[in-house]
């Protein structure tokens, strides 16, 4: 694959209503539905929503505040952006490659936008969800196979359906599994998480942590959508990798796990922090603590990092993380993407050229093992 580019290790598809054409027949009745309004009074250009379980997300305003551009009849993915709804949604293959092909990425892997957040307080109604999900990114991204990848959307508030339909989406041609920093109020070293990481193992599928609306008690502290996309959409982020290096990998060290859309400048401080408290709590005698401290688990080679292409700490991170495993995402096609991703990242004067190579090709390829 000499020839390749850029592979994208994060973009998105901005979810339609076919996506739950998949649905088990028990939950038919409670097929989300989305809504569009002439006027949204409190809402700007959020102007459409998806009615789930009776709450209708996003919810710009008040407790709980979530941001998000789906469904893409609202303004905000409809008129402010350059990508066309079919190309956005992944109801027209061809327009998403011809947008790729603008912005010079080879192959895509795609998350989902919908499902940055929890959907319902129902978590086997969210395993359905999750489920039908699943099945139609498998036949949207089938269609172009070789460009297209995808990663699977997982309950993990449901851990024996996670586990089930980490194996199943296996099959069905995922190439990673996608879950927040959380699991609910759980951290994601909770034992009870452990089929799942099991399930993992099993199929080589790589864990991707991306950030989202995922632990309630931020969530509630959250009223307007600066608020959530800087407190409750990022920290649990963090809470993530705490998790991760806190006994997740003690007891499954094989587990290739990657960070989605946090940048990379975090890297320095939070790693860092997290050794010095290691340190202290090691000396006092407190447990219990994972076998190593924080940064130690960085050498071993399977923890994995998205960057952007102005980060202007990338060269400490690349110095702490790695730059076999930091990787390059587009963000396409939400709102805050980089047009031009690839070409940033290849302006910078501080990196050598095969650094960049590594990051935006080498690693990702690896990361999701496509060869």
């Known amino acids: ?30 097929r989300p539905i989305a809504v569009t309004l002439d006027a949204a009074p409190g809402r700007g250009n959020l102007n459409a929503f998806w009615l789930i379980d009776g709450k209708a997300l996003p919810q710009p305003v008040g407790s709980g ?7 893409t009849s609202c303004t905000l993915s409809s008129r402010q952006k350059s990508f066309s709804r079919g190309s956005q949604e992944l109801t027209d293959i061809a327009a998403r490659l011809r947008d790729m092909d603008k912005m010079g990425i080879d192959i895509q892997v795609i998350f989902p ?3 940055n957040g929890h959907l319902t307080d129902d978590p ?14 498998a036949e949207a991204c089938g269609r172009a196979s070789d460009r297209l990848k995808w990663n699977a959307v997982m309950p993990l508030r449901a851990p024996e359906a996670a ?3 980490a194996r199943r989406a296996k099959g069905l041609g995922a190439v990673g599994v996608m879950v927040y920093g959380t699991a609910g109020e759980k951290l994601l070293n909770h034992p009870s998480l452990d089929p799942f990481y099991a399930a993992l193992l099993e199929t080589r599928l790589p864990l991707c942590v991306h950030v989202g609306w995922s632990f309630p008690p931020l969530n509630r502290a959250c009223d ?5 996309l800087t407190v409750s959409f990022a ?18 060290p094989g587990l290739r796990v990657g960070f989605f859309e946090g940048g990379s400048e975090w890297v320095p401080f939070w790693v860092d922090r997290m050794d010095q408290y290691y340190a202290i709590v090691t000396k006092l005698g407190w447990g219990p603590l994972p076998k190593k401290a924080p940064s130690r688990y960085l050498q071993d080679g399977n923890l994995y990092l998205t960057c952007e292409a102005e980060d202007r700490l990338l060269p400490q991170t690349l110095a702490m993380w790695g730059e076999d495993r930091v990787m390059l995402s587009s963000d396409m096609p939400h709102a805050e993407l980089r047009d031009n991703a690839k070409d940033e990242l290849g302006r910078r004067g501080d990196l050598a050229e095969s650094t960049k190579r590594k990051i935006l090709v080498d690693n990702a390829l690896r990361f999701y093992d496509l060869g």
């Open 65 to 71: 505040a979530s941001f998000l551009g789906t469904p």
């Open 235 to 252: 920290l649990p982020y963090l809470m993530g990798f705490f998790a991760i290096v806190d006994g997740v990998l003690d007891r499954f």
């Open 113 to 115: 936008t919908l499902f």
């Open 224 to 228: 307007n959508p600066y608020a959530a």
């Open 1 to 30: 694959m000499k020839d390749l580019t850029f592979v994208d290790a994060d973009a998105h598809v901005e979810e339609c209503e076919d996506i739950w054409n998949f649905l088990d027949p028990e939950y038919k009745p409670r």
């Open 163 to 165: 586990a089930k339909e």
């Open 124 to 137: 086997q109604l969210e395993a359905a969800l999750a489920k039908s999900y699943n099945s139609w990114m």
